[in-house]
Protein backbone atom coordinates (compact mmCIF):
# COMPACT_ATOMS: atom_id res chain seq x y z
CA UNK A 1 0.00 0.00 0.00
CA UNK A 2 2.86 2.16 0.93
CA UNK A 3 4.54 1.77 -2.89
CA UNK A 4 1.16 2.46 -4.64
CA UNK A 5 0.11 5.53 -2.14
CA UNK A 6 3.62 6.70 -3.52
CA UNK A 7 1.49 7.11 -7.29
CA UNK A 8 -0.42 10.48 -7.50
CA UNK A 9 -2.01 9.60 -10.52
CA UNK A 10 -4.81 7.43 -10.57
CA UNK A 11 -3.54 5.24 -13.53
CA UNK A 12 -0.08 4.68 -12.60
CA UNK A 13 -2.42 3.16 -9.41
CA UNK A 14 -3.65 0.78 -12.03
CA UNK A 15 -0.92 -0.26 -13.61
CA UNK A 16 0.58 -1.07 -10.56
CA UNK A 17 -2.31 -3.14 -9.45
CA UNK A 18 -2.51 -4.80 -12.40
CA UNK A 19 1.56 -5.64 -12.34
CA UNK A 20 0.73 -6.93 -8.90
CA UNK A 21 -1.81 -8.94 -10.20
CA UNK A 22 0.34 -10.91 -12.72
CA UNK A 23 3.27 -10.98 -9.93
CA UNK A 24 1.70 -12.24 -6.72
CA UNK A 25 -2.09 -12.89 -7.35
CA UNK A 26 -2.44 -13.93 -3.73
CA UNK A 27 -0.81 -10.36 -2.22
CA UNK A 28 -3.14 -8.46 -5.21
CA UNK A 29 -6.07 -9.64 -3.94
CA UNK A 30 -5.51 -9.54 0.18
CA UNK A 31 -4.64 -5.80 -0.69
CA UNK A 32 -7.66 -5.85 -2.59
CA UNK A 33 -10.06 -7.21 0.22
CA UNK A 34 -8.19 -5.53 3.27
CA UNK A 35 -8.38 -1.96 1.51
CA UNK A 36 -11.67 -2.12 -0.76
CA UNK A 37 -12.75 0.93 -0.27
CA UNK A 38 -10.01 3.03 -1.61
CA UNK A 39 -8.99 0.24 -4.11
CA UNK A 40 -12.21 -0.36 -5.45
CA UNK A 41 -12.02 2.92 -8.00
CA UNK A 42 -8.93 2.32 -8.55
CA UNK A 43 -9.73 -1.10 -9.96
CA UNK A 44 -13.16 -0.75 -11.14
CA UNK A 45 -14.72 2.68 -12.24
CA UNK A 46 -13.60 5.29 -12.35
CA UNK A 47 -10.02 4.46 -13.25
CA UNK A 48 -10.68 1.43 -14.91
CA UNK A 49 -12.62 4.05 -17.05
CA UNK A 50 -9.32 6.13 -18.17
CA UNK A 51 -7.47 2.23 -18.48
CA UNK A 52 -9.17 1.06 -21.30
CA UNK A 53 -9.30 4.68 -23.12
CA UNK A 54 -5.56 3.53 -23.13
CA UNK A 55 -5.39 0.33 -23.10
CA UNK A 56 -2.79 -0.36 -26.26
CA UNK A 57 -0.61 2.03 -25.21
CA UNK A 58 -0.33 0.92 -21.13
CA UNK A 59 -0.70 -2.21 -22.56
CA UNK A 60 1.90 -5.36 -21.00
CA UNK A 61 0.93 -8.87 -21.03
CA UNK A 62 -2.51 -9.97 -22.20
CA UNK A 63 -5.27 -11.12 -19.35
CA UNK A 64 -7.81 -12.88 -21.06
CA UNK A 65 -8.92 -14.48 -24.24
CA UNK A 66 -9.86 -12.42 -27.33
CA UNK A 67 -11.85 -13.50 -29.94
CA UNK A 68 -11.85 -12.62 -32.75
CA UNK A 69 -13.89 -12.44 -36.63
CA UNK A 70 -10.46 -14.15 -37.63
CA UNK A 71 -11.37 -17.30 -34.72
CA UNK A 72 -14.82 -17.58 -36.86
CA UNK A 73 -14.57 -21.60 -37.07
CA UNK A 74 -12.46 -22.57 -34.11
CA UNK A 75 -13.65 -20.88 -30.93
CA UNK A 76 -13.47 -24.09 -29.15
CA UNK A 77 -9.75 -24.27 -29.89
CA UNK A 78 -9.48 -21.35 -28.71
CA UNK A 79 -11.27 -21.70 -25.67
CA UNK A 80 -8.98 -24.88 -24.58
CA UNK A 81 -5.67 -23.05 -24.70
CA UNK A 82 -6.51 -21.88 -21.63
CA UNK A 83 -4.58 -23.43 -19.14
CA UNK A 84 -7.42 -23.20 -16.08
CA UNK A 85 -9.85 -26.42 -17.19
CA UNK A 86 -12.45 -25.53 -14.54
CA UNK A 87 -14.11 -22.46 -15.28
CA UNK A 88 -17.02 -21.39 -13.13
CA UNK A 89 -17.69 -17.52 -14.00
CA UNK A 90 -17.01 -15.75 -17.64
CA UNK A 91 -17.20 -11.89 -18.06
CA UNK A 92 -17.35 -10.80 -21.84
CA UNK A 93 -17.68 -8.03 -23.96
CA UNK A 94 -17.48 -7.30 -27.51
CA UNK A 95 -16.06 -2.94 -26.19
CA UNK A 96 -19.14 -1.47 -27.62
CA UNK A 97 -20.23 0.48 -24.72
CA UNK A 98 -17.65 0.85 -22.01
CA UNK A 99 -19.09 2.74 -19.19
CA UNK A 100 -20.51 5.73 -20.47
CA UNK A 101 -17.51 6.01 -22.53
CA UNK A 102 -18.78 4.55 -26.02
CA UNK A 103 -17.31 2.09 -28.57
CA UNK A 104 -13.33 1.34 -27.20
CA UNK A 105 -13.49 -1.86 -29.04
CA UNK A 106 -10.77 -4.37 -28.13
CA UNK A 107 -9.96 -2.08 -24.99
CA UNK A 108 -12.75 -3.24 -23.49
CA UNK A 109 -11.49 -5.88 -22.19
CA UNK A 110 -10.20 -3.53 -18.54
CA UNK A 111 -13.89 -3.89 -17.80
CA UNK A 112 -13.85 -8.09 -17.80
CA UNK A 113 -10.79 -8.04 -15.99
CA UNK A 114 -11.46 -5.31 -13.42
CA UNK A 115 -15.27 -7.25 -12.85
CA UNK A 116 -13.68 -10.58 -12.50
CA UNK A 117 -11.18 -9.47 -10.05
CA UNK A 118 -14.01 -8.01 -8.17
CA UNK A 119 -16.12 -11.49 -8.14
CA UNK A 120 -12.66 -13.31 -6.66
CA UNK A 121 -12.27 -10.25 -3.90
CA UNK A 122 -15.70 -9.70 -2.93
CA UNK A 123 -17.38 -12.51 -3.72
CA UNK A 124 -14.98 -15.02 -2.97
CA UNK A 125 -14.92 -17.16 -6.82
CA UNK A 126 -11.46 -19.04 -7.11
CA UNK A 127 -9.49 -16.77 -9.53
CA UNK A 128 -8.63 -19.79 -11.41
CA UNK A 129 -12.40 -20.03 -11.72
CA UNK A 130 -12.74 -16.78 -13.61
CA UNK A 131 -11.91 -16.01 -17.67
CA UNK A 132 -12.07 -12.83 -18.76
CA UNK A 133 -13.20 -12.30 -22.37
CA UNK A 134 -13.34 -9.81 -25.32
CA UNK A 135 -15.32 -10.65 -28.47
CA UNK A 136 -13.48 -8.65 -31.22
CA UNK A 137 -15.85 -7.73 -33.87
CA UNK A 138 -13.81 -4.50 -34.70
CA UNK A 139 -14.41 -0.88 -33.37
CA UNK A 140 -16.21 2.15 -35.15
CA UNK A 141 -14.18 4.15 -33.24
CA UNK A 142 -12.00 5.98 -35.55
CA UNK A 143 -9.45 7.80 -33.05
CA UNK A 144 -8.65 3.92 -32.13
CA UNK A 145 -8.75 2.67 -35.82
CA UNK A 146 -5.84 5.74 -35.76
CA UNK A 147 -4.17 4.40 -33.02
CA UNK A 148 -0.85 3.10 -33.82
CA UNK A 149 -0.89 1.28 -30.72
CA UNK A 150 -4.96 -0.10 -30.70
CA UNK A 151 -4.47 -3.81 -30.51
CA UNK A 152 -7.60 -4.82 -31.44
CA UNK A 153 -8.63 -5.19 -35.61
CA UNK A 154 -8.70 -2.29 -37.24
CA UNK A 155 -12.03 -2.67 -39.15
CA UNK A 156 -15.56 -1.24 -38.66
CA UNK A 157 -17.89 -3.64 -36.74
CA UNK A 158 -19.47 -6.74 -37.88
CA UNK A 159 -23.09 -6.70 -37.91
CA UNK A 160 -26.49 -8.14 -38.61
CA UNK A 161 -25.97 -11.69 -39.49
CA UNK A 162 -21.57 -12.12 -39.17
CA UNK A 163 -21.96 -10.88 -35.29
CA UNK A 164 -24.87 -13.23 -34.55
CA UNK A 165 -22.97 -15.82 -36.05
CA UNK A 166 -19.69 -15.44 -34.10
CA UNK A 167 -21.54 -14.97 -31.10
CA UNK A 168 -23.15 -18.57 -31.58
CA UNK A 169 -20.57 -20.12 -32.10
CA UNK A 170 -18.98 -18.48 -28.89
CA UNK A 171 -21.99 -19.30 -26.74
CA UNK A 172 -22.34 -23.20 -27.93
CA UNK A 173 -18.41 -23.46 -27.30
CA UNK A 174 -18.44 -22.12 -23.75
CA UNK A 175 -21.25 -24.65 -23.07
CA UNK A 176 -19.47 -27.59 -25.32
CA UNK A 177 -15.94 -27.04 -23.17
CA UNK A 178 -17.01 -25.62 -19.76
CA UNK A 179 -20.81 -27.37 -19.03
CA UNK A 180 -24.43 -25.89 -17.89
CA UNK A 181 -23.07 -24.33 -14.79
CA UNK A 182 -20.35 -21.95 -15.80
CA UNK A 183 -21.87 -18.59 -15.46
CA UNK A 184 -21.69 -16.09 -18.51
CA UNK A 185 -22.23 -12.50 -17.43
CA UNK A 186 -22.31 -10.05 -20.60
CA UNK A 187 -20.51 -6.48 -19.61
CA UNK A 188 -20.73 -3.26 -21.84
CA UNK A 189 -22.47 -4.82 -25.01
CA UNK A 190 -24.14 -1.82 -27.07
CA UNK A 191 -27.85 -1.93 -26.12
CA UNK A 192 -29.04 -2.94 -29.58
CA UNK A 193 -27.56 -6.16 -28.74
CA UNK A 194 -27.35 -6.25 -24.79
CA UNK A 195 -31.34 -6.96 -25.27
CA UNK A 196 -31.48 -9.56 -27.90
CA UNK A 197 -28.30 -11.70 -26.21
CA UNK A 198 -30.04 -11.80 -22.77
CA UNK A 199 -33.29 -12.61 -24.11
CA UNK A 200 -32.12 -15.44 -27.09
CA UNK A 201 -29.10 -16.70 -24.19
CA UNK A 202 -31.14 -16.81 -21.14
CA UNK A 203 -33.75 -19.63 -22.45
CA UNK A 204 -30.50 -22.02 -23.04
CA UNK A 205 -27.82 -20.48 -21.07
CA UNK A 206 -26.89 -19.41 -17.39
CA UNK A 207 -26.83 -16.12 -18.68
CA UNK A 208 -26.71 -12.73 -16.51
CA UNK A 209 -26.14 -9.02 -17.74
CA UNK A 210 -24.55 -6.99 -15.42
CA UNK A 211 -25.77 -3.07 -17.24
CA UNK A 212 -29.53 -4.51 -17.13
CA UNK A 213 -29.98 -6.88 -14.45
CA UNK A 214 -27.44 -6.04 -11.38
CA UNK A 215 -27.69 -2.91 -12.41
CA UNK A 216 -31.56 -2.81 -11.59
CA UNK A 217 -31.02 -5.20 -8.67
CA UNK A 218 -28.37 -2.90 -7.11
CA UNK A 219 -30.94 0.09 -7.54
CA UNK A 220 -34.18 -1.56 -6.11
CA UNK A 221 -32.35 -2.38 -3.05
CA UNK A 222 -31.22 1.56 -2.68
CA UNK A 223 -34.70 2.10 -3.04
CA UNK A 224 -36.05 -0.28 -0.59
CA UNK A 225 -33.58 0.74 1.70
CA UNK A 226 -34.43 4.66 1.38
CA UNK A 227 -38.35 4.06 1.98
CA UNK A 228 -36.85 3.77 5.27
CA UNK A 229 -36.06 7.16 4.95
CA UNK A 230 -38.69 9.00 3.13
CA UNK A 231 -41.50 6.43 4.33
CA UNK A 232 -44.21 4.77 2.33
CA UNK A 233 -44.08 1.73 -0.16
CA UNK A 234 -42.69 1.32 -3.54
CA UNK A 235 -45.81 1.63 -4.76
CA UNK A 236 -46.82 5.05 -3.06
CA UNK A 237 -43.95 6.62 -5.35
CA UNK A 238 -43.49 7.85 -8.70
CA UNK A 239 -40.24 7.78 -10.60
CA UNK A 240 -38.54 9.69 -13.39
CA UNK A 241 -35.38 8.48 -15.14
CA UNK A 242 -33.33 10.40 -17.59
CA UNK A 243 -32.22 7.76 -19.89
CA UNK A 244 -34.03 4.31 -21.67
CA UNK A 245 -31.18 1.99 -22.05
CA UNK A 246 -30.13 -0.78 -20.52
CA UNK A 247 -29.58 0.90 -16.98
CA UNK A 248 -32.47 2.81 -17.20
CA UNK A 249 -35.31 0.24 -18.76
CA UNK A 250 -33.75 -2.77 -16.45
CA UNK A 251 -34.15 -0.91 -13.23
CA UNK A 252 -37.48 0.58 -14.32
CA UNK A 253 -38.73 -3.35 -15.04
CA UNK A 254 -37.41 -4.56 -11.53
CA UNK A 255 -39.11 -1.45 -9.58
CA UNK A 256 -42.49 -2.35 -11.63
CA UNK A 257 -41.88 -6.43 -10.59
CA UNK A 258 -41.15 -5.65 -7.11
CA UNK A 259 -44.06 -3.38 -6.90
CA UNK A 260 -46.47 -5.64 -8.81
CA UNK A 261 -45.71 -8.67 -6.16
CA UNK A 262 -46.37 -6.29 -3.26
CA UNK A 263 -49.27 -5.28 -4.18
CA UNK A 264 -50.52 -8.30 -6.03
CA UNK A 265 -51.43 -5.36 -9.16
CA UNK A 266 -50.95 -6.82 -12.87
CA UNK A 267 -47.41 -5.31 -13.65
CA UNK A 268 -48.70 -2.75 -16.54
CA UNK A 269 -50.51 -1.09 -13.81
CA UNK A 270 -47.08 -0.73 -11.82
CA UNK A 271 -45.01 0.68 -15.14
CA UNK A 272 -47.64 3.35 -14.95
CA UNK A 273 -45.91 4.84 -11.86
CA UNK A 274 -42.37 4.97 -13.91
CA UNK A 275 -42.49 7.84 -16.56
CA UNK A 276 -38.77 7.92 -18.97
CA UNK A 277 -37.36 9.93 -20.59
CA UNK A 278 -34.29 9.30 -23.64
CA UNK A 279 -32.55 11.75 -25.87
CA UNK A 280 -35.90 12.87 -28.00
CA UNK A 281 -37.96 13.78 -24.63
CA UNK A 282 -40.45 11.44 -22.49
CA UNK A 283 -41.42 8.66 -23.93
CA UNK A 284 -45.47 8.54 -24.46
CA UNK A 285 -47.62 6.67 -26.32
CA UNK A 286 -47.39 8.63 -29.98
CA UNK A 287 -43.89 8.11 -30.00
CA UNK A 288 -44.69 4.10 -29.95
CA UNK A 289 -44.27 3.00 -33.65
CA UNK A 290 -40.45 4.38 -34.03
CA UNK A 291 -39.61 3.59 -30.13
CA UNK A 292 -36.88 0.38 -29.47
CA UNK A 293 -38.57 -2.86 -28.57
CA UNK A 294 -37.19 -2.55 -24.43
CA UNK A 295 -38.95 1.20 -24.82
CA UNK A 296 -42.34 0.08 -25.61
CA UNK A 297 -43.78 -0.81 -22.26
CA UNK A 298 -42.93 2.67 -21.00
CA UNK A 299 -44.81 4.65 -23.93
CA UNK A 300 -47.66 6.35 -21.30
CA UNK A 301 -50.79 8.41 -22.58
CA UNK A 302 -49.23 11.74 -21.93
CA UNK A 303 -48.73 14.86 -24.29
CA UNK A 304 -45.46 15.08 -25.82
CA UNK A 305 -41.99 16.66 -23.55
CA UNK A 306 -39.19 17.70 -24.72
CA UNK A 307 -36.56 18.74 -21.84
CA UNK A 308 -36.17 17.27 -18.88
CA UNK A 309 -37.09 19.94 -16.47
CA UNK A 310 -40.80 20.19 -17.65
CA UNK A 311 -40.78 16.20 -17.39
CA UNK A 312 -40.15 17.04 -13.57
CA UNK A 313 -42.89 20.15 -13.65
CA UNK A 314 -45.06 18.49 -15.09
CA UNK A 315 -44.83 14.52 -13.37
CA UNK A 316 -43.45 15.78 -9.86
CA UNK A 317 -42.37 12.34 -9.33
CA UNK A 318 -40.22 11.88 -6.02
CA UNK A 319 -37.52 10.08 -7.12
CA UNK A 320 -35.46 11.05 -10.13
CA UNK A 321 -32.86 8.68 -11.87
CA UNK A 322 -30.03 9.47 -14.23
CA UNK A 323 -28.45 6.69 -16.68
CA UNK A 324 -28.20 8.42 -19.72
CA UNK A 325 -24.56 8.22 -19.92
CA UNK A 326 -24.47 12.29 -20.03
CA UNK A 327 -22.84 14.24 -17.32
CA UNK A 328 -24.62 17.72 -16.01
CA UNK A 329 -27.76 17.27 -16.75
CA UNK A 330 -29.25 17.36 -13.32
CA UNK A 331 -28.67 20.90 -13.27
CA UNK A 332 -29.56 22.95 -10.33
CA UNK A 333 -33.26 24.22 -11.99
CA UNK A 334 -33.84 20.35 -12.26
CA UNK A 335 -32.99 19.67 -8.43
CA UNK A 336 -34.78 22.66 -7.13
CA UNK A 337 -37.35 21.43 -8.71
CA UNK A 338 -37.61 17.78 -7.10
CA UNK A 339 -36.30 19.55 -3.75
CA UNK A 340 -39.80 22.40 -4.11
CA UNK A 341 -42.60 19.34 -3.95
CA UNK A 342 -40.34 16.82 -2.20
CA UNK A 343 -39.58 17.37 1.24
CA UNK A 344 -36.49 14.56 0.86
CA UNK A 345 -36.19 13.96 -2.83
CA UNK A 346 -34.51 10.68 -3.75
CA UNK A 347 -31.72 11.35 -6.29
CA UNK A 348 -29.82 9.07 -8.24
CA UNK A 349 -26.71 9.84 -10.71
CA UNK A 350 -26.12 6.59 -12.06
CA UNK A 351 -23.79 7.68 -15.12
CA UNK A 352 -20.15 6.92 -14.64
CA UNK A 353 -16.98 7.48 -14.99
CA UNK A 354 -17.24 10.56 -12.58
CA UNK A 355 -17.25 13.01 -15.80
CA UNK A 356 -20.87 11.63 -17.05
CA UNK A 357 -22.27 11.83 -13.63
CA UNK A 358 -25.62 13.75 -13.87
CA UNK A 359 -25.42 16.04 -10.87
CA UNK A 360 -21.98 15.68 -8.12
CA UNK A 361 -23.09 15.09 -4.46
CA UNK A 362 -22.32 18.21 -3.52
CA UNK A 363 -24.62 20.04 -6.04
CA UNK A 364 -27.34 17.30 -4.85
CA UNK A 365 -26.74 18.55 -1.58
CA UNK A 366 -26.46 22.01 -1.91
CA UNK A 367 -29.33 22.44 -4.55
CA UNK A 368 -31.84 20.74 -2.11
CA UNK A 369 -30.66 22.55 0.86
CA UNK A 370 -29.11 19.27 2.24
CA UNK A 371 -32.64 17.24 2.27
CA UNK A 372 -31.73 14.77 -1.10
CA UNK A 373 -31.08 11.49 0.14
CA UNK A 374 -28.74 11.02 -3.16
CA UNK A 375 -26.24 8.02 -4.17
CA UNK A 376 -24.33 8.07 -7.30
CA UNK A 377 -22.70 5.30 -10.03
CA UNK A 378 -18.82 6.61 -9.36
CA UNK A 379 -17.57 7.37 -5.55
CA UNK A 380 -18.16 10.94 -4.36
CA UNK A 381 -16.27 12.50 -1.43
CA UNK A 382 -18.10 13.62 1.78
CA UNK A 383 -19.45 17.23 1.44
CA UNK A 384 -19.64 20.04 3.83
CA UNK A 385 -22.92 21.76 3.48
CA UNK A 386 -24.14 24.34 6.08
CA UNK A 387 -21.99 22.83 8.99
CA UNK A 388 -22.68 19.06 8.46
CA UNK A 389 -21.44 16.63 6.78
CA UNK A 390 -22.85 14.36 3.98
CA UNK A 391 -21.69 11.25 3.11
CA UNK A 392 -23.35 9.80 -0.61
CA UNK A 393 -23.73 6.48 -1.03
CA UNK A 394 -22.70 4.33 -4.23
CA UNK A 395 -25.26 2.44 -6.41
CA UNK A 396 -22.21 0.21 -7.05
CA UNK A 397 -22.89 -3.14 -9.15
CA UNK A 398 -20.15 -4.13 -7.01
CA UNK A 399 -22.68 -4.89 -3.85
CA UNK A 400 -24.39 -7.19 -6.31
CA UNK A 401 -23.25 -9.08 -8.82
CA UNK A 402 -20.26 -10.96 -6.85
CA UNK A 403 -22.97 -12.47 -4.09
CA UNK A 404 -25.29 -13.08 -7.19
CA UNK A 405 -22.81 -15.16 -8.85
CA UNK A 406 -21.20 -16.75 -5.72
CA UNK A 407 -25.19 -18.08 -4.88
CA UNK A 408 -25.59 -19.53 -8.86
CA UNK A 409 -22.09 -21.56 -8.50
CA UNK A 410 -22.78 -22.52 -4.99
CA UNK A 411 -26.34 -24.14 -5.62
CA UNK A 412 -24.97 -25.05 -9.21
CA UNK A 413 -27.95 -23.34 -10.80
CA UNK A 414 -28.40 -23.89 -14.07
CA UNK A 415 -30.81 -20.55 -15.31
CA UNK A 416 -31.34 -17.62 -13.81
CA UNK A 417 -34.45 -16.17 -12.78
CA UNK A 418 -36.12 -12.25 -12.06
CA UNK A 419 -36.85 -13.25 -8.63
CA UNK A 420 -33.16 -14.13 -7.56
CA UNK A 421 -32.58 -10.37 -8.52
CA UNK A 422 -35.18 -9.26 -5.93
CA UNK A 423 -33.79 -11.81 -3.47
CA UNK A 424 -30.28 -10.34 -4.07
CA UNK A 425 -31.49 -6.88 -3.99
CA UNK A 426 -34.03 -7.66 -0.82
CA UNK A 427 -30.74 -9.02 0.85
CA UNK A 428 -28.40 -6.33 -0.01
CA UNK A 429 -31.29 -3.77 1.37
CA UNK A 430 -31.59 -6.17 5.06
CA UNK A 431 -27.38 -5.42 5.01
CA UNK A 432 -28.51 -1.36 5.68
CA UNK A 433 -28.22 -0.85 9.59
CA UNK A 434 -29.64 1.50 12.01
CA UNK A 435 -26.17 3.63 11.83
CA UNK A 436 -25.88 3.71 8.13
CA UNK A 437 -29.61 5.33 8.25
CA UNK A 438 -28.44 8.09 10.72
CA UNK A 439 -25.90 8.82 8.33
CA UNK A 440 -28.50 9.39 5.30
CA UNK A 441 -26.92 6.27 3.44
CA UNK A 442 -28.62 4.03 1.43
CA UNK A 443 -26.47 1.34 1.00
CA UNK A 444 -23.75 -0.54 3.49
CA UNK A 445 -20.39 0.78 3.52
CA UNK A 446 -17.87 -1.52 1.48
CA UNK A 447 -15.77 -2.47 4.46
CA UNK A 448 -18.35 -5.53 5.28
CA UNK A 449 -18.40 -6.46 1.40
CA UNK A 450 -17.40 -10.01 1.45
CA UNK A 451 -20.12 -10.48 4.24
CA UNK A 452 -22.66 -8.68 2.49
CA UNK A 453 -21.67 -11.33 -0.56
CA UNK A 454 -22.31 -14.68 1.61
CA UNK A 455 -25.84 -12.89 2.99
CA UNK A 456 -26.59 -12.05 -0.72
CA UNK A 457 -25.10 -15.65 -2.16
CA UNK A 458 -27.58 -17.24 0.47
CA UNK A 459 -30.26 -15.87 -0.61
CA UNK A 460 -29.93 -16.01 -4.51
CA UNK A 461 -28.73 -19.82 -3.52
CA UNK A 462 -32.46 -19.88 -1.66
CA UNK A 463 -34.12 -19.15 -4.01
CA UNK A 464 -32.73 -21.27 -7.04
CA UNK A 465 -33.08 -24.07 -4.83
CA UNK A 466 -36.84 -22.97 -4.17
CA UNK A 467 -37.28 -23.01 -7.78
CA UNK A 468 -35.99 -26.38 -8.46
CA UNK A 469 -33.03 -24.77 -10.81
CA UNK A 470 -30.07 -26.26 -8.36
CA UNK A 471 -27.92 -29.32 -9.44
CA UNK A 472 -26.09 -28.92 -6.04
CA UNK A 473 -28.01 -31.31 -3.91
CA UNK A 474 -28.67 -31.88 -1.12
CA UNK A 475 -29.52 -28.55 -0.03
CA UNK A 476 -27.08 -27.03 2.70
CA UNK A 477 -28.96 -26.64 5.96
CA UNK A 478 -27.14 -22.79 6.34
CA UNK A 479 -26.50 -21.43 3.45
CA UNK A 480 -25.04 -17.94 4.60
CA UNK A 481 -22.49 -20.82 6.72
CA UNK A 482 -21.76 -23.09 3.09
CA UNK A 483 -21.52 -19.53 1.04
CA UNK A 484 -18.63 -18.14 3.63
CA UNK A 485 -16.96 -21.84 3.32
CA UNK A 486 -17.28 -21.91 -0.39
CA UNK A 487 -15.11 -18.39 -0.19
CA UNK A 488 -11.22 -17.91 -1.85
CA UNK A 489 -9.35 -16.55 0.92
CA UNK A 490 -5.97 -15.28 0.20
CA UNK A 491 -3.89 -16.34 2.73
CA UNK A 492 -0.58 -18.37 2.46
CA UNK A 493 -0.02 -22.10 4.04
CA UNK A 494 2.26 -22.45 6.47
CA UNK A 495 5.40 -24.61 5.49
CA UNK A 496 7.20 -26.75 7.98
P1 LIG B 1 -27.43 2.86 -22.93
O1 LIG B 1 -26.63 3.34 -24.06
O2 LIG B 1 -28.10 1.54 -23.02
O3 LIG B 1 -28.57 3.94 -22.60
C1 LIG B 1 -28.41 5.32 -22.62
C2 LIG B 1 -29.78 5.97 -22.70
O4 LIG B 1 -29.63 7.38 -22.50
C3 LIG B 1 -30.51 5.81 -24.02
O5 LIG B 1 -31.88 5.60 -23.78
C4 LIG B 1 -30.36 7.17 -24.70
O6 LIG B 1 -31.44 7.48 -25.53
C5 LIG B 1 -30.35 8.09 -23.50
N1 LIG B 1 -29.68 9.36 -23.74
C6 LIG B 1 -28.50 9.59 -24.35
N2 LIG B 1 -28.25 10.92 -24.39
C7 LIG B 1 -29.28 11.52 -23.77
C8 LIG B 1 -29.61 12.87 -23.48
N3 LIG B 1 -28.79 13.86 -23.83
N4 LIG B 1 -30.75 13.12 -22.83
C9 LIG B 1 -31.58 12.12 -22.48
N5 LIG B 1 -31.31 10.83 -22.69
C10 LIG B 1 -30.20 10.54 -23.34
O7 LIG B 1 -26.48 2.90 -21.67
P2 LIG B 1 -26.69 2.20 -20.24
O8 LIG B 1 -26.08 0.86 -20.22
O9 LIG B 1 -28.10 2.31 -19.85
O10 LIG B 1 -25.76 3.12 -19.32
C11 LIG B 1 -26.05 4.49 -19.15
C12 LIG B 1 -25.16 5.07 -18.07
O11 LIG B 1 -25.45 4.46 -16.82
C13 LIG B 1 -23.66 4.89 -18.29
O12 LIG B 1 -22.97 6.06 -17.95
C14 LIG B 1 -23.28 3.80 -17.33
O13 LIG B 1 -21.94 3.91 -16.88
C15 LIG B 1 -24.25 4.06 -16.20
N6 LIG B 1 -24.49 2.87 -15.37
C16 LIG B 1 -24.37 3.00 -14.02
C17 LIG B 1 -24.56 1.92 -13.20
C18 LIG B 1 -24.45 2.08 -11.70
O14 LIG B 1 -24.33 3.13 -11.21
N7 LIG B 1 -24.56 1.05 -10.92
C19 LIG B 1 -24.84 0.68 -13.76
C20 LIG B 1 -24.98 0.57 -15.15
C21 LIG B 1 -24.81 1.68 -15.94
Given amino acids: MNTLRQYQVPLQRYMAMMDLQERNERLFYKLLIDNVEELLPVVYTPTVGEACQKYGSIFSRPQGVYISLKEKGKILEVLKNWPERKIQVIVVTDGERILG ?3 LGCQGMGIPVGKLSLYTALGGLRPSACLPITIDVGTNNKKLLDDEFYIGLRQRRATGEEYAELLDEFMSAVKQNYGEKVLIQFEDFANHNAFVLLEKY ?3 HLVFNDDIQGTASVVLAGLVASLKLVG ?6 KFLFLGAGEAGTGIAELIALEMS ?3 KSPIEECRKKIWLVDSKGLIVSSRLESLQQFKKPWAHEHEPVKELIDAVKTLKPTVLIGSSG ?12 MASFNEKPIILALSN ?4 SECTAEQ ?4 SEGRAIYASGSPFPPVEYNGKTYISGQANNAYIFPGFGLGLVMSGAIRVHEDMLLAASEALASQVTQENYEKGLIYPPFTNIRKISAHIAAKVAAKVYDLGLASHLPRPSNLVEFAESCMYTPTYRNYR
Fill in 202 to 204: SKT
Fill in 101 to 103: LGD
Fill in 261 to 263: KQT
Fill in 232 to 237: GTLGDH
Fill in 364 to 367: AYTW
Fill in 326 to 337: VGQTFTQEVVEA
Fill in 353 to 356: PTSQ
